[in-house]
């Protein structure tokens, strides 16, 4: 089991906040993305790109399958939310939504290859959200506000981890 699991769109902070605490915890950070580059040979873009998002789905839901069987800390890819059998996975975890305002992720978004947001990508976040945000909710222990510096973000998670663990 993963000493905590976060969620949410690409672009907010996910996999900066999993290596800060596994730093602070002397453990190991994992990011889905990574692992499915590693299991499949390709980055995780470029297999979505060639593969199709169902495929990339099924590859995704292995790579965190084979991340919370770890003590780590574990950052998600955006989309993981988007399957029954993921989300069933991160309901048995210690799962945390980091979220904020669209505005502060667009900015972030232009140096990260996203398949799914290319174009307009503050429309496409837009949508996202929409389509993602219950999910989110379904199986966050609690929502984390991840605007602001690295070092407000990991407060806010200690003290949400204390607010599910009280």
Known sequence: MARLVLVGLPGVGKTTVAHA?????H?????TDEVVASNVGMSAPQYLRERGETEFRMRELEALKEAVATNDVVATGGGVVCTSEAREVLL????????CIDEEIVPRLKEIDRPLLEGDSGAQLAKL???????YQEVAKARIEASGTLDNVLERVRLGLEGVRA
Not at 92 to 99: H, I, N
């Open 129 to 135: 959200r929409a389509q993602r945000g219950a999910w």
């Open 27 to 31: 453990c190991a950070a994992l990011d």
């Open 21 to 25: 605490l596994a730093q602070a915890w």
């Open 92 to 99: 048995r975890e210690c799962t945390l939504w980091l979220d």
